[in-house]
């Protein structure tokens, strides 16, 4: 069943066209791909499906709910549904890991403050940190500690989408392939579907169901990894030679 | 390994010899030399590579060029060389160039004027539409906010009201003290010529209640707040924790424009309060010794001629300032774009046009109220 389905998305800055007419399915369990040469616009789709950026015409549904011309009630019911990790973890600075975690939890919830603690015990250790590292600030930990605190964060809800934008750029190779297995692990355990953005062939291999590839602002080839080969799309041909 | 040129003019043969290594270091001292050579008779000209040892790619470009400058001077011009090396570089450097050259598109630069002038008077309109944009958020959130006591963020108020109130009080206090001290020993002087010594007291009792004493606050504030908002937000939104916070559904308007627009709005009357007293005290002190009037008789004077109204004029003046001193500010990190640079400007900008609309608005009141007849 689809989670997510993009259809005939336009995307223009000015006087730059991004996206002419993308279409892409995205199913309920599967960790999901979205791959292309640099500058042509995978983070921006990634942007317009939570709601950061406006498309220019076409519709994307997530969880059946349509993105254009959403009501605040519903695009707030969303965005509880989801978690996102940004690049660099993009962790609240004035806030310690712990605070950064509990956040949504203490904003939404009517939880007390010991239950709060527990859940964001369990999603330190979830994610692999230690907890000693939870009095922490963003400030004071490594890059790869960033971005475990931020999936950490984007966990705290248990949504059932998971967006990550490239989240093995900047880790060094072994931190990168425990990533990797920690979102294989999050997906098997949880149940989570997750969409990423990914530049690294590794983790591309290694995690991704199914793949969609932009290339010249339209999709170039969506399907599982194995039959890549067949796509005509140049890129296609030098990154997976 | 030091490199030479020499040259050998037989008849009209030029030969250049370059040897050693020609590197960019090189380069400018041979055009030096190669332009004192006259060319008048000469119509071939060979440039010799033979005992050159490295040739680096900017001495290709220089060596290409001249090359070309000098078939231009309609002189037959040859490079001689057999070295792999060099040739390959210069090889690489002509290849680049073809490659460049038919890359490049001449603009069309007349007529780029009205064009130009157009998209300035459309981006300024535009930001001018995105100002009114972030005002409209700002007033909808607030009347959001006071649906219900709920929705008040108490906590960010309070952390806001004791970063930009209670932490700002030296300085405010100090700096009107200042002013007050400096504007009595002025006017002392003068009024000491006329024997008008107790007519101090009206002066600073008026000028720093009504005028002074809101000014100076609101230009500390906007220095220290004002760009202190735009740094903070600015940096916030490069590192994308506006963009986290977004798809969290945690709203920047109420979780941070506005606790610091009513933060700022309930610190600056009381601000303005302190810069009252300070700048009175410091007037009073100038008065006692320069002038001889005593601190009773100061006070007595002041209940006397200063009316309540000068002081509750100052004081409404406040929350305006602080309005428009918050807003800007962060309507300024708002727009901060994804690069370092953008967080200096935005901050200048915003310091200055927030003391640049504080001006405006207190001569707005000026006017108001002088015709008001208040």
Same mark, same amino acid.
């Not at chain 1, 904003?107 to 250790?125: C, G, P, Q, R």
């Not at chain 1, 999936?151 to 949504?159: G, I, K, V």
């Not at chain 1, 750029?169 to 692990?185: M, N, T, V, W």
């Not at chain 2, 030399?33 to 470009?61: M, N, P, R």
């Given at each position: ?94 806030? +310690?890991?712990? &605070?950064?975690? =509990? /956040?949504? @939890?203490?904003?939404?919830?009517? $939880?007390? #403050? ?60 072994? +931190?990168?392939? &425990?990533?990797? =297995? /920690?979102? @294989?692990?999050?997906?098997?355990? $949880?149940? #989570? ?49 | ?374």
């Amino acid at each position: 069943m689809s989670i997510i389905s993009v259809r005939d998305i336009h995307t223009q800055f000015d006087e730059k066209i991004v996206h002419k007419g993308l279409n892409l399915d995205i199913n309920e369990g599967e960790i999901y791909g979205i791959l292309g040469p640099s500058g042509c616009g995978k983070t921006t789709l990634l942007r317009e499906m939570v709601l950061l950026q406006e498309f220019t015409h076409g519709n994307i549904t997530i969880l059946d709910k349509s993105l254009s011309n959403i009501s605040q009630v519903n695009a707030q019911s969303l965005r509880r549904d989801w978690g996102v990790l940004f690049q660099a973890g993009a962790l609240f600075s004035s806030l +310690s890991i712990e &605070e950064n975690i =509990a /956040l949504p @939890l203490v904003e939404y919830t009517d $939880l007390s #403050l010991a239950m709060i603690n527990e859940i964001v015990k369990f999603k330190i250790n979830l994610v692999g940190l230690k907890s000693t590292d939870s009095k922490l600030y963003p400030s004071q930990i490594s890059g790869g500690m960033k971005k475990k605190a931020g999936l950490a964060r984007a966990l705290a809800m248990d949504p059932k989408l998971l967006f990550l934008d490239e989240p093995t750029s900047g880790l060094d190779p072994i +931190s990168a392939r &425990e990533f990797d =297995a /920690l979102i @294989l692990k999050l997906r098997d355990m $949880l149940g #989570l579907t997750v969409v990423m953005v990914s530049h690294d062939l590794r983790s591309i291999y290694d995690t991704l169901d199914r793949v969609a590839i932009i290339d010249e602002m339209k999709i170039a080839y969506e399907g599982t990894l194995s039959d890549v080969a067949t796509s005509s799309s140049d890129f296609v041909k030098i990154f997976f030679k | 390994m030091a490199s030479n040129l020499t040259y050998n003019l037989q008849g009209d043969k030029l030969s250049i010899k370059f040897s050693g290594e020609l590197t960019l270091y090189t380069i400018t001292t041979f055009q030096k030399q190669l332009q004192t050579i006259s060319f008048k008779e000469v119509s071939l000209i060979a440039l010799d590579l033979h005992e050159l040892a490295y040739l680096d790619t900017a001495a290709a470009i220089f060596l290409i060029k001249l090359e070309e400058e000098y078939n231009t001077k309609s002189k037959k011009t040859r490079i001689l060389c057999f070295n792999e090396k060099v040739l390959s570089t210069l090889e690489l450097v002509k290849m680049q160039k073809t490659i460049t050259n038919s890359e490049i598109k001449i603009n069309d630069t007349k007529g780029l004027f009205l064009k130009s002038s157009i998209i300035k008077i459309n981006k300024f309109f535009y930001g001018f539409l995105l100002f009114m944009e972030f005002f409209g958020k700002v007033s909808m959130t607030q009347l959001d906010y006071l649906k219900s006591l709920n929705n008040i963020r108490y906590k960010e108020i309070a952390f806001e009201l004791n970063e930009s109130a209670i932490k700002a009080i030296g300085i405010v206090a100090l700096t009107s003290f200042l002013i007050g001290v400096v504007i009595a020993y002025q006017s002392a002087y003068q009024l000491k010529l006329y024997g008008a010594n107790i007519f101090i007291v009206d002066m600073l009792g008026i000028s720093i209640l009504r005028e002074l004493a809101p000014l100076i606050t609101a230009i500390v504030i906007a220095g220290r707040s004002g760009s202190a908002f735009t740094a903070q937000i600015g940096a916030m939104k490069i590192t994308q924790e506006l963009d986290a916070m977004k798809t969290m559904g945690f709203d920047p308007f109420t979780f941070l424009v506005i606790p610091r627009i009513i933060a700022l709005m309930i610190a600056m009357p009381l601000l303005i309060f302190i810069a009252d007293i300070m700048g009175i005290f410091g007037g009073m002190i100038v008065s006692h010794i320069d002038l001889g009037i005593s601190y009773e008789l100061f006070l007595d004077r002041f209940r006397e001629v200063v009316d309540v109204r000068h002081f509750f004029i100052g004081i409404i003046k406040g929350p305006f300032f602080a309005f428009l001193i918050a807003s800007i500010g962060i309507y300024r990190g708002l727009i901060v774009k994804n690069d370092t640079q953008s967080i200096g400007l935005n901050t200048t900008k915003s310091v200055v046009e927030s003391i640049f609309a504080v001006i405006v608005c207190d001569a707005l009141f000026s006017i108001a109220l002088t015709n008001l007849g208040i």
